[in-house]
């Protein structure tokens, strides 16, 4: 399943030199792992209630070109890997007006329960393990 | 009690306009108001452990004049009033190297338990009160 | 006119109390005020184009109650006063899922050319000053 | 050279789970190459009074344990490459009460005109890249 969902820039993701400043792109990606979560039928918001924490062990992002201000942009999500223990995303951030590609990466993440003990996600939250595995195909 | 701490902006507290982003002053704000509880020989983390919290319930800020990226900034706080329920922030933010003031403001903050519950923090930290309340003079 | 649009609370905005840090309640009447604008027929961009800029010399905001992480909250932004120098608008942000009032403020701006110098805004941009003018009714 | 720089842990950068949010890592690493362009004997604020850029176009971030609030955080920068079009800085974030690793990660810049093209350092800023490149080795 890809998930894409979109959103404008803001003044305050500029920096002077005109354009979205880097670690934003990354911040979007966030707002894509949230998207792609609610659309295959669970939300993070529920997984922590669960108890089930997903903090970002690795990330890495390539930038292509710029986002400016008060632009459109397009996040789109898909899953590269789901294991009992972790999963990494892939995103892609594109230009809505004309489909450019502007930035591209993954996030990984572990699952962790609150105390911060590693925890097999099938066995925390068995029904979201479920739906993750089947949107992840 | 004044306290001072120095900041130097970061490229990603910029905009476009070349200038710091006008909401980064209140976050330095945050700065200092932790200086100034560690200068008076408490700290805000402390504070949390023992189950209070400092949340904001009203700010205001003037601008003067625009902090530009790698400048050093001074940030000068005072306690402007503290009540048994409540306190309140006076700050100052001063380019370092003329003396310039660029904003001011205040932030008013109720003592709050992690539950929500308003509560005296004579009650809850009473060293700690004790001690903003002689910093306070 | 009022001018609504609704954002959805990043988790990056959240802070160790759980909530919403305060400051990004401020960069959300940024997102207002934009919206304000296009809703009325001009854009902030275009008014930057022409080489006017916004930048703010007064912020204040109210909190009332806290947005957590992925609630949906609305931006109501009206305009306060617009006169030939300088304009102020009044925001309310809400939550969506029971319209509770969280946080309201203003933000007052000057009207800046790109060398800094204030400049009346029907002399360097007469279009989008009838514009504003005319929604600020 | 190695260049170290501390900084202490702002409540803004913290998110729910507690801990520091993690795209501020790579914000630190801007702090980080700053410091480095300083200690070096260049600045970055100099290098775009002679108009050139160094904007990012890979950048990695490997999370090994997690900073929290008030924490001092010691940021390591040295230079992987340099070359005549581009240059990479690896970074790592040490918790400075015990020496923990916390992060690390690499950025990558390419040198770019303020109209956005590409140039050599040498060309645009000959005594700034051979500080650099007497600071890399």
Known sequence: ME????????????DQMGI??????IVWFEIGR???????????????NLGVLLPVTNVDCKYHASAR???????????ES????RMKFFYQILRKSDGKLLAEGHTEHCFLT??????RLQKAAPQIAQIIA???M
Do not use: M
């Not at 979205?20 to 792109?25: E, G, Q």
């Not at 949230?34 to 039928?41: N, V």
């Open 34 to 48: 949230t998207e792609w979560l609610r659309q295959s039928g669970a939300t993070y918001k529920e997984l922590e």
């Open 20 to 25: 979205v400043y880097h670690t934003n792109y």
């Open 134 to 136: 089947e949107s992840s």
């Open 114 to 119: 609150k105390e911060g003990k590693i925890v």
């Open 69 to 79: 201000y008060d632009d459109e942009c397009i996040i789109s999500t898909t899953v």
């Open 3 to 14: 998930a894409t969902t979109t959103i404008r820039v803001r003044y305050q993701e500029t």
């Open 82 to 85: 789901f294991t009992p223990a």
